[in-house]
């Protein structure tokens, strides 16, 4: 009764926490600007079943794609175990779907069990790439303090997951196999798992009887509560990716990949401008005057609610800068930076937001604070990082925006771009002379 009491608490606690974290998450998002991403459902169906949940892009670079399918399958299939801990956890009763299951329950746990093993082999893996064979990737210069411990302590929260699952059914195999497991009269001396049956023996067969149940506990008990640690670990790490990879990459962008967007008030400027009929003084037919917009972005509000969304679903893996041409040849540049900054810096404008509303100004932004002219210039605009996301997140249209801003609003541009868009002002063309004498070349 009082485990079942303390269970509950726990579980209502534990969802009640996550469920106000990720209110605060969404409230961030939607500080972005509006951007529609509703059409074409059907691709967008299409993009989010092949990318998000069959992990299409991963497959670039099979060994860490291989690792990274154990845990994932581990993750999504474990669930199922999970659902039978939290029934155990209100009703008092232990392994309750095993006597209606039967032999289809010792599949399902078993394959659990090996898929178990397998996560366990990738966390392990991963734990050395990262700390012992030190992937280039994961030793650039943002992946240092808390971005580092975050990995880790992830993949250390895995490894105990793990072991609590194998603590659980091993010393409840061979308490099973005495007639002393809370599930009694289910059938043979053994549930016959396909590895506790051989570990459960081997590592736990010489301990006494109230060892084993105390052990069994421990492995329930940590099972559960590290479950509890891990959901509400992730809004607060960069594994939240694990639920925000289906929505970002379902609102993925269908475009060619070279198109850019125009700002649709220089667009109607420039039609209002070519309509020899439009009386460019005449009010709006409405009467209202809408809020003149910011060119391009300063701080995160001027950027889309999905650039906001790229944000919270990096996983911090690497493969954009590794494939960046502006990083690879030694410059500031790193789209995985770009993307950790922005959301550091949303995390902020939202807290400030809640605690003080939205007028107020820290006096900082993304740019000149988190992020740097020098960066958002380096980039060549050749799309590599969004090519390359296992998630399609797409750095390169928040850089863009950056770019707008200095252009359009502080009129700053690096000194070679100064002469050639003052050709382009003046010359229809990015060279210097005249558009008359454009095609004198055809006269040679």
Request: hydrophobic residues 45%.
């Amino acid at each position: 009764m009082i485990s079942g009491i303390v269970f509950g608490i726990l579980l209502v606690g534990s969802f009640g926490f996550f469920t106000w974290n990720v209110w605060k998450i969404r409230q961030n998002i939607l500080l972005g600007r509006e951007l529609d991403r509703t059409d074409n459902p059907k691709e967008r169906w299409r993009t989010m079943i092949l990318v998000a949940f069959g992990q299409k892009k991963m497959f670039q670079r099979p060994i860490p794609a291989i690792l990274h399918l154990f845990i994932y399958a581990a993750f999504v299939i474990t669930q199922i175990e999970l659902i039978e801990i939290v029934v155990d956890g209100f009703s008092g009763h232990h392994r309750i779907f095993r006597p209606a299951l039967g032999g289809f329950y010792t599949f399902i746990i078993s394959f659990i069990e090996i898929l178990s093993v397998l996560a366990f082999v990738a966390t392990i893996a991963f734990l050395a790439r990262r700390n012992l064979l030190k992937i280039p990737r994961f030793t650039m210069r943002e992946m240092v303090g808390w971005a580092k411990t975050d990995a880790n302590l992830i993949l250390f929260f895995e490894f105990l997951l793990v072991t609590c699952i194998f603590m659980m059914n091993g010393a409840d195999e061979v308490l099973y196999s005495r007639g002393l497991s809370h599930a009694e009269n289910l059938g043979d001396g053994s549930f016959g798992f396909a590895v506790t049956q051989h570990i459960g023996p081997a590592f736990f067969g010489g301990l006494s009887d109230g060892a084993l149940h105390v052990i069994e506990r421990i492995g329930w008990w940590g099972h559960i509560v590290m479950v509890f640690v891990f959901l509400n670990y992730l809004p607060f790490s960069k594994h939240f990716h694990i639920l925000l990879a289906f929505p970002n990459t379902y609102y993925s962008n269908l475009e060619k990949k070279g198109r850019f967007t125009n700002l649709a008030s220089v667009t109607n400027e420039v039609k209002l401008m070519m309509d020899p009929t439009a009386d460019p003084f005449a009010a709006p037919a409405d009467g209202a005057v809408a809020e003149p917009q910011r060119f391009g972005a300063k701080d995160v509000t001027d950027l889309t609610w999905k650039s906001l969304l790229d944000a919270y679903t990096c996983t911090e893996c690497g493969r954009c800068s590794s494939a960046c041409p502006a990083n690879q040849t030694g410059k500031l540049l790193s789209p995985r930076k770009i993307m950790m900054e922005t959301r550091d810096r949303l995390e902020v404008v939202g807290d400030n937001i809640r605690k003080h509303g939205k007028e107020y100004d820290d006096g900082k932004s993304l740019l000149f604070d988190h992020i740097t002219e020098e960066e958002i210039w380096a980039c060549t605009s050749c799309n590599a990082c969004v090519q390359e996301c296992p998630v399609n997140i797409d750095p390169l249209s928040i850089i863009m925006e950056m770019r707008r801003y200095l252009v359009m609003e502080e009129s700053k541009m690096p000194s070679e771009l100064t002469g050639m868009l003052t050709n382009i002002e003046n010359n229809g063309a990015p060279w210097q002379f005249s558009p008359t004498d454009r095609l004198n070349w055809k006269d040679e």
